[in-house]
């Protein structure tokens, strides 16, 4: 949502919330208490991102060097410097909600004009034809570099995941190398997707010959069979559900048996900003269920009600508690 597409509210709501985070890192209280003086929807709106701030630093709590210790909200007219105390919300809970009450600037997406170096924005499911004619899909944020040469075809996925439907030539090997290892494909239909140091491989058609970036031993993936390259040697295993391979290209989150938190990190891939969830016995909540990621703020408050949980927002930032 861009700035004049936001309500009086929910821009007085950001305004405010962007005061109490400077006012916490050493902002001048006598300029603050100027800014409320300006009108009384001044406090009630600092008050209300007090509020949300202080949920979503219990939230973060395991980051902050104190455990956060649970507070009534205050009311509207108490004094800044006294309300300054009323919350602690952690450093990188602060970062995070720079970032999300920002200009956009941070956000702002890479696409260049290079056909050998693919982008898809957050939120975007992109796709391409490369020039053998196999196609790539890319999720959101995923980035890849085309290296086709004569003496094969390689491809470098750099961040994210994406869906590889290839051409078979025997006489051109494709393989798709990233951080985590390499995938050489034997005439197949599969899906790679970076996390952090490893990488998870999924075939749904054909045969893919994988190996980690340790050396540390191959294995062959056949149709309906994953593997994850983590360093160890990969060991094939069978695909829990085949269907939720490759249904993020539809627009669609199918999942089983999930945690919370792993379901509201999958959705929030598809937006700017974070998604918390407050508590642990809440974030280990089981889920299951296919969810809209192509609208994924409509997604979280399907997922909230469900589980009949309450939402707060605050910009880019929604907290289930």
Known sequence: MSDKDKTGGEA??????????????????AEHAAWLAAGPERAAAMAEADHVLSLIGAATAPLASEPFQPRRRRDIATPPRARRRAWRIPAAAAACLVLALGTGVAFKAFAPDDPDHLVAEI??????????????????????????????RKVRLLRGEAFFDVVHDPSRPFVVESRAGSARVLGTAFDVRLRGDAARVSVLRGAVRVEPASGQGAAVLRAGQGAWLDGAAPRAVALEDPAAVDAWRQGRLVVYHRPLSEVVDEIGRYRRGKVFVRGQALAAR??????????????IDALAASLNLRTARLGGLVLLY
Do not use: H, K, W
């Open 286 to 299: 089981p889920v299951s269920g296919v969810f809209d990621v192509a609208r994924p703020d409509d997604a």
């Open 12 to 29: 007085l709501f950001e305004a405010a919330a962007r005061r109490t985070l400077r006012l916490r890192e050493g902002g001048d209280p």
């Open 123 to 152: 939120g975007q499911v992109r796709r391409e034809v490369l020039a053998d004619g196999s196609a790539v899909t890319l999720n959101t944020g995923a980035v890849l570099d085309v290296r086709y040469g004569p003496d094969g």
